[in-house]
């Protein structure tokens, strides 16, 4: 798949999900695509995660994504399935507007219920577009990579220091460096490449021209 000249949708639940799911990969592709990036809740019913719009805003700064291209939304948190279909109209809003040719959304494995409900409206919204599902590995059980994009050394530091930029949660195992660094050296291993981010195929759509 060629990443170039594109317009690349990132679409995540909640604040990190994206950075955790595919930072590598976003910093790697960034130079040469148009990113949006959008989060469909900000956590703010949590009177704990005050601290967590300042810091999903800085996370991304590190990856190189200016905040005009962030999109923060205040769809309610662990309440998806009451609002799955205000959640497809919005989605089906940022088609129009935005005519991404590729989405990354939350893995089919995922069983955090607004994380299914993300896909599930991507998958309904985006028809027609190539949609590949990205693995944050609290709430997904199952998943095996069989789309691999190599990053280099630089994409993964990246990942890991915008990771660090969330000071909330500092201690969720999650966000454990060497447990970052070993699924992209295994990806890495899998794709015969130093390192790699790993995501599946939810849907492919390609097209073949005649020379």
Do not use: W
């Amino acid at each position: 798949m060629n990443f170039f000249g594109k317009r690349i949708l990132f679409v995540g639940a909640h604040p990190d999900d994206i950075e955790l799911g595919a930072g590598a990969f976003l910093h790697h592709v960034l130079p040469r695509n148009e990113v949006l990036c959008l989060t469909l809740s900000d956590n703010q019913k949590n009177p704990t995660l005050k601290n967590i719009i300042a810091e999903h805003y800085a996370s991304f700064k590190v990856l190189g994504v200016p905040d005009e291209k962030v999109i923060l939304e205040k769809f309610e948190t662990r309440k998806f399935p009451e609002q799955r279909q205000d959640i497809l109209e919005y989605l089906l809003k940022v088609r129009k507007d935005y005519q991404p040719d590729l989405v990354l959304v939350h893995t089919r494995s995922d069983i955090h219920q607004d994380h299914n409900v993300v896909t599930e409206e991507s998958l309904r919204a985006y028809r027609g577009t190539t949609v590949l599902g990205f693995d944050v590995v609290r709430s997904s059980y199952g998943f095996f990579p069989h789309f691999l994009v190599g990053v280099t050394r630089e994409d993964m530091e990246k990942k890991i220091e915008a990771l660090a930029e969330y000071k909330t949660y500092h201690d969720k195992y999650y966000f454990n460096e060497e447990l970052l660094r070993s699924t992209m050296v295994r990806h890495g291993a899998l794709a015969e490449k130093q390192y790699a981010e790993g995501f599946d195929i939810l849907r492919i759509v390609a097209d073949y021209y005649k020379n």
